[in-house]
Structures are given as C-alpha cells and as structure tokens.
C-alpha cells in the first residue's frame, strides 16, 4: 500500500506540476528496473478483451485479434509499441512509450493518441517487482477521478498478459476492463 501511496502522490504532483521537473521519489527497492520491459521487444499477436461499459457492473465483452510490436529508442531502455487490432467493435490503434527514470526506479508510460494529436497526461508510473508490473494514474472518467491500474504478469519469452483496472473507490475494488494476452 505504501506503493500505493507515493505512486499516487507522483501522479498528483505531475498533474499539479505538468511543466517543473518531476520530483525525485524514493526508490521501491534499490534495484535497477532499467530491462524489466526489455522481455516485450519484437513482435506479438495479441488478442484483446475490453469491456466497453465501466464502473457500471456490466459483463459484455468485446474481442479483438491483432498485433503488437515493441522496439527499443536510441538503444536506451526506453521503447515504443505500436498496437494495431480489430474485432466486431472496430479498431483500435494505440501507440505507447515507456522510459525509465534511474533516480526513482520507476517507470513512465504515455499512451499516444496520435489520430487527435494527444499525448495525454499524467504518465502511468510504476515498477516491477520480479514477473509482475504494477503501474498507476488518476485519470478523468465520466466527470470524475479514477484510479487507474495497469498490471503485467505471467511474462515469459512466449507471452505475457496486461490488465487495466479502473477503481472509484480510492483502490478499495477495482474492475477489470481490458485484458491483453500477448503471444509469439
């Protein structure tokens, strides 16, 4: 929960700061995190599972197959995805970049959205901690706040799953509302 906590507390400070330099946060361990994505570079089918309705208890799926594919920028440890599926709901097109910043052993990730010319803020901050990724924000939905979650598990050179979760109760419950099951 202290995770939690200052996770939180950068993710506000970078909404109230958009433009100062983000705040050195203690470190969660005093490993260096910098490869923990490095299992993602390549390329991946993907089969998607969103839940459209949020926040209001619904059960209606929608799947989507595609593909994804990660390189690393500038041989650092930042990398880039580009994410292209489709299913009976349409398309969805994403664009992702995730750096790592050395001082607080964490990572940023800014989901592009370039059909409208957006780089949404604030970055989803969050770390490993060995297989499983925990990253966070607080973003607008439906006129309020809400936590949002994304989780990485079950990573193996051959697949690897994400979930997003959004809560409205402060991290109390959360719900899950995209399932992305990666494979090669």
Known sequence: ?????????????????????????????ARDGSHDFDFIIGEWKVHLKRLPDRLVGSTQWVEYDGRASHRKLLDTSANFEDFDVSGPAGRIKAQTIRMYNPKSRQWAIYGMDLD????PMP???????????????????????????????DISPKA???????????????EVNWICEMTR
């Open 160 to 174: 690897a799953r994400m979930e997003q979760s959004f809560s409205d109760d402060g991290g109390k419950t959360w």
């Open 1 to 29: 929960m202290l995770r939690l906590a200052i996770l939180l507390g950068l993710a506000a400070a970078s909404v109230q700061a958009s433009a100062a330099p983000a705040p050195d946060v203690p470190a969660a361990a």
């Open 123 to 153: 970055a989803t901050i969050g770390s490993f901690d060995g297989k499983r990724g925990e990253f966070y924000d607080m973003e607008p939905w439906k006129g309020r706040m809400i936590l949002v979650r994304f989780v990485w598990l």
């Open 116 to 119: 409208a010319g957006q780089l």
